[in-house]
């Protein structure tokens, strides 16, 4: 086990390369980059950190590590309607972080930079007497004005969301042990906690045809009544419409309870969004030509709150239930 090369000798050998073909990020030698906003464009911004011990477990393949850090903050700008288009990435590396550690971490991270055509142009790397730290930021490009934001919902309109729910929280229980399934499920559930499916040819589509739109990252329940809070909205969602796979199908038909999970569960990163009415041709056009299951789940409407119906007609008793409905 080699200790941690020096910081200059790692951006050049692991991280240069990633802003390869971007000559703003001047190849990771000066103290910025510059970046070319297109005229009639407008940077969209976010970040997400991530903490060892908190967002994933220090001994997870650090490949699969870094991809997840690039495409949950992707799936931010795709829900904004925001085409990516570059990354920084701030690292505090515990001291005792061994090179062949740091090269698959850095593998993971060029398989996204190739995959989504999204440079790394820069950021910082430090070491830390704490758990590891990542911190990405990531820059957009959307036509100003036209971005989809959660405040965009009116009364009237229908609620999508996008390819399918509950995968990555039933994943998360079958790696935990605290659910079992078919060998063959387990292995599909446990990839889509493991790896996210950021919309981000879905997202700038969707531009011109959804009100308001976010990515479900903490639930589609909890993430839903933000939407409603910036909307100034209420929304009834019909579980029984909600998108699953296969195998989250199979798991609900053996454990009915199951379903209240995929509507409260995290890490989907699909994009929910809601549209009026006549784009629902328009909508369903597109899922084909993406290729990209698009699902009606309920309706906006007055109010402020978002519930969901079960089965039975009654509201599905969710976590962050009370909170959002100031009930309960
Ligand atoms: P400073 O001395 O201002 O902290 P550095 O010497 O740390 O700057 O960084 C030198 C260059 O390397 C800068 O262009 C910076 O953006 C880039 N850089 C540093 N760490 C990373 C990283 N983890 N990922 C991408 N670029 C990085
Ligand atoms: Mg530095």
């Known amino acids: 086990m080699s200790p941690m090369p020096d910081e200059f000798g790692l951006i050049t050998r692991l991280f240069a390369p990633l802003a390869a073909g971007y000559p703003g990020a001047l190849g990771l030698l000066d103290d910025a980059a510059l970046v070319d906003v297109p005229a009639g464009r407008r940077l969209v911004v976010t970040a997400d950190a991530m903490v060892a011990g908190v967002h994933f477990l220090p001994d997870d393949p650090p490949d699969l590590i870094a991809r997840k850090l690039v495409r949950v903050n992707l799936s931010d700008l795709a829900a904004k309607g925001a085409l990516p288009h570059a990354l920084l990435l701030c690292a505090a590396f515990p001291r005792d972080v061994d090179d062949s550690w740091l090269e698959r971490f850095a593998a993971g991270l060029a398989a996204d930079v190739a995959e989504f055509a999204v440079p790394l142009i820069g950021g910082d790397t430090v070491a830390t007497p704490g758990p590891l730290t990542l911190s990405l930021t990531a820059l957009g490009l959307a036509e100003p004005g036209r971005e989809l934001l959660r405040s965009g919902a009116r009364a009237g309109d229908e609620v999508w969301v996008s390819g399918t729910l509950g995968d990555s929280a039933l994943g998360l229980m079958v790696l935990q042990g605290t659910l079992t399934v078919p060998p063959a499920d387990a292995v599909f559930l446990a990839d889509r906690y493991h790896l996210p499916r950021p919309r981000t040819t879905l997202g700038p589509r969707l ?3 959804a009100h308001a739109a976010m ?3 903490d639930g589609l329940a909890g993430d839903l009544s933000h939407l409603c ?4 909205v209420g929304i009834v969602v019909t579980a029984g419409d909600l998108p699953l796979s296969p195998a989250v199908r199979r798991a609900v038909d053996a454990d ?4 209240a999970k995929c509507a409260s569960g995290g890490d989907d990163y699909e994009i929910v969004f809601t549209a009026p009415p006549a784009a629902g041709a328009a909508l369903r056009l597109l899922s084909a030509e993406l290729g990209v299951a698009l699902t009606r789940i309920g309706q906006v409407e007055p109010g402020s709150a978002a519930v969901v119906i079960g089965r039975q007609g009654q509201p599905l008793p969710l976590r962050g239930y009370r909170h959002f409905t100031g009930g309960g």
């Open 256 to 259: 009915a309870a199951l379903l």
């Open 229 to 232: 809070r910036a909307s100034g």
């Open 215 to 217: 990515d479900v990252s």
């Open 207 to 209: 531009v011109g045809l």
